[in-house]
């Protein structure tokens, strides 16, 4: 199994990540991507940006664990996760997840997975930002659920 992980303060090409899955070999058959972008309602409203903070080392071994117990459970060809850091303005990209497989229903399943077990599993933190406040976000019992339903 073929795989990339990048956590970064800069912005990333979906559509360059994209081509790269694409490029992956005569075997796939199918690509799922998922992006997330920043936006203006969570805990707090009027949300006029992120902060992600992550921890280094530590978070890139987590996801590459959650592509791995991916690719026990689904025919996963490649995958690429990419996951920015930093301070983020509304509208800005915050996460890629890319799985190729020789089927649609893998690609799709794994591609969840992993973007669910990412929301629950890997060690970044975000702040809500909203004028001068700001508001550190605890994790979700719908995230969590939604991540338990993979077991």
Request: charged share 25%.
């Given at each position: 199994?073929?795989?990339?992980?990048?956590?970064?303060?800069?912005?990333?090409?979906?559509?360059?990540?994209?081509?790269?899955?694409?490029?992956?070999?005569?075997?796939?058959?199918?690509?799922?991507?998922?992006?997330?972008?920043?936006?203006?309602?969570?805990?707090?409203?009027?949300?006029?940006?992120?902060f992600l903070e992550h921890y280094p080392g530590?978070?890139?071994?987590?996801?590459?664990?959650?592509?791995?117990?991916a690719s026990a459970r689904w025919d996963v060809?490649?995958?690429?996760?990419?996951?920015?850091?930093?301070?983020?303005?509304?509208?800005?990209?915050?996460?890629?997840?890319?799985?190729?497989?020789?089927?649609?229903g893998d690609a799709f399943a794994a591609c969840?997975?992993?973007?669910?077990?990412?929301?629950?599993?890997?060690?970044?933190?975000?702040?809500?930002?909203?004028?001068?406040?700001?508001?550190?976000?605890?994790?979700?019992?719908?995230?969590?659920?939604?991540?338990?339903?993979?077991?």
């Amino acid at each position: 199994m073929n795989y990339s992980v990048s956590v970064q303060e800069q912005d990333f090409d979906a559509a360059g990540e994209y081509q790269a899955l694409r490029d992956s070999g005569a075997g796939t058959g199918a690509i799922a991507t998922f992006s997330g972008l920043v936006r203006d309602s969570g805990d707090l409203h009027g949300v006029t940006g992120l902060f992600l903070e992550h921890y280094p080392g530590m978070t890139e071994q987590v996801i590459t664990g959650l592509i791995a117990q991916a690719s026990a459970r689904w025919d996963v060809r490649k995958a690429r996760v990419v996951h920015r850091v930093g301070e983020l303005a509304l509208g800005d990209q915050i996460v890629f997840v890319g799985v190729c497989s020789a089927h649609r229903g893998d690609a799709f399943a794994a591609c969840s997975f992993i973007m669910d077990a990412l929301k629950t599993s890997a060690p970044f933190w975000k702040k809500e930002l909203s004028g001068s406040s700001g508001h550190w976000v605890e994790q979700k019992d719908s995230d969590l659920a939604r991540h338990k339903e993979w077991e």
